[in-house]
């Protein structure tokens, strides 16, 4: 008897199916902690609780006049400053200055132009940078890996679309209590519930990214050793400036230029001041316009004389290639967005998260009744499933208890925050190979509870906490993911017997 070749859909599936174990593990760390990176700002000004809050009022340009008094004094040779202004998100300014490859930072006061010692860390650009070129990795070799993951996850949407034949009757479809097919109902609600935006984000992801997997548009364009100079200019606020003369000469007022740019743009949407050779002759000041209210990331600047103030150059538009990927960089980072839009943001990247663990246990339940599946392979992906899905929420909590409890004065404090994460995420990898099974997930769900309820004990015990909006916010989302993992501490047991 002939047998019957397998059809599409069950070729999709097995592409399906393995797609998603190769990756889930990362791809559920890049939602968890791009999901966070949404609110980036507003969690490194929390794990800076020495910075005084945003001013109630701004004026953006005595803001940044206070800031060049502040580098004429700390970096009066160098060759460029460059001043990010405080905003909506941002309580301080973040100042940086050049001389040749040196490079030095500092933050300063919006109200009086001092510079601020605040505790040293990483803050919100951890999860940030971690989402997209992971750590202890050269920097190029981690974005490999994550477009990898991303292309993989592309494949597991497009695939997981050509299966569900009844996609839409299953989104409005949950039995609680039905073991394997409670897993695969929680796996179609949350897969179709926020597919749109799944394939908006892992696209775009690889937008921004492009230059690192597709380079030969640009270096077939520039040249091997231009191509990266020349993106970058046109990718970036870059402009051309002439050669230090050696003549000192007074600055033109700020003031004036920042009106010119806010009639153009808007009060308060200069995101940044870069002054080119400051005092000399030839210096060149620059405002470029901060990415919010615009969903487009592509440059926009005034480029002014640094000593008669005139206009020399002004960049508002660019070319349609620019645009697109300005565009979709933009949607990616979601940086235009006002704090509901950010929270569906983050609401859709942990919709993400519980699509991709429901996926891996669905995967190992139903491995766990096939004849013929290795006994060995099913414990390791079963660890791994743990470890990575209740293991991260507490390397998490970990990382923020570390920014409250550790030392100030702590060499390379900053640092050990990052290693007490991997630390504790692989403390609960060895814990889930060890343990094992129900007693795994259970273990590492009470341990995520007690941490994140512990975090606002903590914060509220530290001395001179502000008590501020944002504070108060940040200790009531701890709460309220100390008691998710509660709850899933005792539903898990239950669930993935």
Same mark, same amino acid.
């Given at each position: ?28 760390? +890049? ?20 910075? *005084? ?23 009066a040779g160098a060759d460029r400053w460059q001043i990010d202004l405080p905003g909506w998100r941002h309580n301080v300014i973040d100042a940086s200055w050049e001389s040749g ?16 010692? /605040? %505790? ?19 920097? $190029?070799?981690?974005?490999? +890996? ?19 034949? %009844? ?8 039995? *609680? ?36 997997? !597709? ?26 400036? /002439? ?30 001041? +870069? ?8 210096? %060149? ?9 615009? +969903? ?58 519980? !699509?991709?663990? $429901? ?13 013929? $599946? ?56 060895v814990y889930s190979g060890w343990r094992g099974g129900i007693a795994a997930w259970r273990g590492l769900w009470w341990l995520g509870a007690t941490l994140w309820l512990a ?7 530290? *001395? ?34």
């Amino acid at each position: 008897m002939e047998t019957r070749a397998p059809g599409l859909r069950q070729r999709m599936a097995g592409l399906h199916a393995w797609a998603g174990v190769l990756a889930g593990w990362l791809l559920y760390a +890049i939602f968890i902690t791009g999901g966070i990176s949404y609110f980036r700002e507003e969690l490194t000004q929390w794990l800076r609780p020495e910075l *005084p809050a945003r001013p109630a009022v701004l004026d953006q340009a005595a803001a940044a006049q206070r800031a060049l008094a502040t580098l004429a004094q700390q970096a009066a040779g160098a060759d460029r400053w460059q001043i990010d202004l405080p905003g909506w998100r941002h309580n301080v300014i973040d100042a940086s200055w050049e001389s040749g490859d040196h490079r030095e930072r500092a933050l300063l006061s919006p109200a009086d132009g001092a510079v601020l010692h /605040p %505790r040293a860390t990483h803050g919100g650009e951890f999860f940030y940078y971690f989402h997209f070129s992971l750590y202890y990795l050269p920097g $190029t070799l981690g974005r490999w +890996i994550v477009g990898l993951c991303a292309m993989m996850a592309l494949v597991v949407l497009i695939s997981g679309v050509i299966v569900h034949r %009844r996609i839409f009757s299953d989104f409005f479809t949950f039995r *609680p209590g039905k073991g394997q097919r409670s897993w695969l109902d929680a796996h179609n609600i949350s897969s179709v519930l926020g597919l749109p935006f799944y394939l908006m984000i892992v696209y775009t992801g690889l937008v921004t990214l492009m230059l690192t997997y !597709m380079p030969w548009g640009a270096v077939a364009a520039f040249g091997q050793q231009q191509a990266r100079p020349a993106m970058a200019q046109a990718m970036q606020a870059r402009f051309e400036t /002439p050669e230090r003369t050696g003549v000192m000469v007074p600055p033109a007022p700020l003031a004036p230029l920042m009106a010119q740019a806010a009639v153009r743009w808007g009060d308060g949407s200069i995101g940044r001041v +870069i002054v080119s050779h400051p005092g000399d002759a030839a210096s %060149r000041v620059a405002l470029v316009r901060g990415d919010g209210g615009r +969903i487009s990331v592509a440059p926009a600047y005034l480029l002014f004389d640094g000593v008669s103030g005139a206009l020399l150059d002004e960049r508002a538009r660019s070319g349609p290639a620019l645009t697109t990927w300005g565009t979709g960089y933009g949607l990616h980072l979601g940086r235009y967005a006002d704090p509901a839009l950010r929270w569906l943001y983050f609401g859709s990247s942990m919709l993400g998260a519980s !699509m991709v663990a $429901t996926g891996l246990v669905l995967w190992t339940v139903k491995r766990r009744s096939k004849p013929g $599946t290795s006994l060995a392979w099913l414990r390791f992906t079963q660890a791994g499933n743990a470890a990575c899905v209740a293991g991260l929420p507490v390397a998490v909590a970990v990382f923020l208890l570390a920014n409250r409890l550790l030392p100030l004065g702590l060499a390379n404090r900053e640092q050990w925050e990052v290693h007490g994460f991997f630390l504790c995420w692989g403390a609960a990898t060895v814990y889930s190979g060890w343990r094992g099974g129900i007693a795994a997930w259970r273990g590492l769900w009470w341990l995520g509870a007690t941490l994140w309820l512990a975090l606002p004990l903590v914060d509220a015990g530290l *001395p001179g906490r502000p008590a501020s909006e944002l504070f108060i916010s940040f200790d009531s989302a701890f709460v309220a993911v100390g008691l998710l993992c509660l709850y899933l501490g005792w539903r898990t047991g239950a669930a993935t017997r």
